[in-house]
């Protein structure tokens, strides 16, 4: 491999992102790159930031300043929707599926949004039944083809999430951003909703905040360490797991364990 190889362009990138809560900065000059076709974990203690700069790139907040960029496109001023029609789409660390819907419906749901159809219901039932054959090819994918007409809320919390993962997959997304994916889940589900992960991270980019360090390890690609808003270490999981700041600002330092 020539050693005067250019790296590839970002996929998202920000810059000098800061957002202001009155006189505290909860995001503060932060920059991050989203390289194509990879994992990157976004990390650090409660209240770093982190869920701040997702709803920033997310155009979920607008940011007091910086930039945003996705393939080299300023997106800073786009609304919400305008982001996720270009294919940046997010989760939310609580599962958002339609409970009231079964697992078939709640893909129809977002068929039909993918295909533009919004949320019209009362179109007719052959023209939904149309969005079956994708729907199922996503529920199989999930592992949930089995729970097809299955009550979302019937369906343990475990499911509910690779569930919502099946609706984001749906809109195709290029990009897609992943809040605490793993929140509320025991080992078994841990183990399923990385594996899930990691499969649908093989044709596109992710992006997640995640607590769960193994998890973090065992899937990252590159990590980001948040601070008090800051950055405040970036690189792979060997390199940021024995940077002395992030031991002792997410870890936990050594006298922190003494005295605990």
Not at 3 to 23: D, H, W
Not at 64 to 93: C, K, M, N, W
Request: hydrophobic share 45%.
């Amino acid at each position: 491999m020539s050693t005067n190889a250019v790296p590839s362009a970002p996929v998202l990138a920000a810059e000098g992102l800061i957002k202001r809560f009155g006189g505290f900065n909860a995001v503060d000059d932060v920059a991050l790159s989203l390289q194509e076709g990879t994992i990157h974990a976004l990390i650090g203690p409660n209240g770093a930031g982190k869920t701040t700069c997702f709803n920033l790139l997310t155009k979920f907040l607008t940011p007091d300043a910086g930039t945003i960029h996705y393939r080299g496109r300023d997106i800073t001023g786009l609304a919400p929707e305008q982001i996720a029609r270009l294919g940046i789409v997010r989760s939310f660390q609580i599962s958002a599926v339609f409970l009231g819907l079964t697992a078939l419906q709640n893909m129809r749901v977002a068929l039909m949004r993918q295909h533009g159809d919004g949320l019209r219901f009362w179109r007719s039932r052959r023209t939904v039944d149309r969005l079956n054959g994708r729907a199922m090819e996503l529920l199989a994918a999930v592992g949930l083809d089995h729970a097809a007409d299955t009550t979302a809320a019937l369906l343990p919390y475990g499911r509910k999430r690779a569930l919502e993962i099946a609706m984001t997959l749906a809109l195709e997304p290029d990009v897609m951003l992943l809040d605490e994916p793993m929140a509320g889940l025991g080992h078994e589900d841990v183990a399923r909703i990385s594996a899930l992960i990691r499969q649908v991270a093989a044709n596109r980019s992710v992006l997640m905040v995640e607590h769960n360090l193994s998890v973090v390890a065992d899937l990252s690609d590159t990590i980001t360490v948040l601070a008090r808003g800051a950055v405040l270490a970036r690189g792979d999981y060997q390199t940021v797991s024995r940077d002395p700041n992030v031991i002792s600002a997410y870890m936990g330092s050594d006298s922190d364990e003494e005295a605990a």
